[in-house]
């Protein structure tokens, strides 16, 4: 089976997957593959996309696989008539597009955090047990989770969300808000308060505002990393334009988590 699956992907390196259909409206075509990347177009039901090549990223409804179509953005190919739950195309570089920046790191750092760093993002998300709209009027629901269909159709636990399902919704979602490990030199050490701090001021900004940050050149560059937290995080303190008090309260909890002192290494690699 191996060798016929090697053939098949070198016939589909070979020339460019097209003529393959959207099957749903308002499908997002993404910078990277997987939702917390920003939204560069929209397609619907019909439009037909061309595929340039696939890559494995986030999983959405059971299928992991993600299409880089002529726009030069992704879609998830759950939502591409490909008539296949395979590539057809070829594989896309080793970073699926998402683009690691400064040389990359080690794939060992931590894709969760810490029950302190959960709790501070838990508490400072809130508890919404069904969809509503939150202070700038985007559509979540349990703790912070960003809906991605209407009526967040996404989300694979019952509504009305209880507690513990709203953090289990939390703990799925986590994985992907540690995307801070691609932009990061693999020369930084991060400790498990210092993660979940970044983690949790990535869950609120979106992996893409935290790639070209001051904070992440800052690391980078080796400054130290309390430092850096102190000096950076207190910046982003506005939405919708407009500085909000709670953003304020957040970076504030977010700088005193990472001064927590801990021996236990979250970056990078999770120890």
């Known amino acids: 089976m191996r060798f016929v699956t090697s053939a098949i992907a070198l016939l589909a390196s070979t020339q460019l997957a097209s003529g393959y259909t959207i099957k749903a409206d308002g499908v997002n075509c993404r910078s990277g593959p997987g939702t917390s990347y920003s939204v560069v ?14 890559t494995s990223g986030e999983t959405i409804k059971g299928d992991s696989l993600w299409d880089k179509t002529q726009h030069g953005c992704y879609v998830a190919d759950y ?7 395979g590539y057809v195309a070829k594989k896309c570089g080793s970073t699926g597009g998402g683009g690691s920046t400064g040389g990359g790191s080690s794939s060992g750092y931590c894709k969760s955090v810490n029950a302190a760093s959960l709790n501070l993002i838990k508490e400072f998300e809130g508890f919404v047990k069904s969809p509503a709209p939150d202070p700038i009027g985007l559509p979540t629901v349990g703790y912070g989770h960003l809906c991605q269909t209407k009526g967040c159709k996404e989300v694979k636990y019952k509504f009305p969300l209880t507690q513990a399902t709203a953090e289990a919704l939390l703990k799925d979602d986590i994985p ?8 990061l030199n693999g020369k930084v050490k991060l400790n498990d308060y210092q993660w979940g701090a970044l983690v949790s001021w990535v869950f609120n900004v979106g992996c893409g505002n935290a790639k070209s940050s001051n ?8 400054e130290n990393p309390n430092t850096v937290i102190a000096g950076e995080l207190p910046k982003w303190n506005k939405a919708g334009g407009r500085v909000l008090s709670g953003l304020t309260r957040r970076r504030n909890a977010e700088v005193k988590l990472a001064k927590t002192p801990s021996s236990k290494q979250a970056y990078p690699s999770c120890k």
Do not use: P
């Not at 939502?79 to 739950?85: D, I």
């Not at 992440?216 to 560059?221: C, G, P, Q, S, T």
């Open 41 to 54: 177009r929209s397609y619907n039901s019909g439009n037909d996309v061309t595929l340039s090549c696939q």
């Open 79 to 85: 939502y591409v008539q490909t008539g296949t739950s």
């Open 215 to 222: 904070l992440v050149k800052r690391l980078n560059a080796g």
């Open 176 to 183: 992907k808000y540690t995307c801070l490990g691609k932009y």
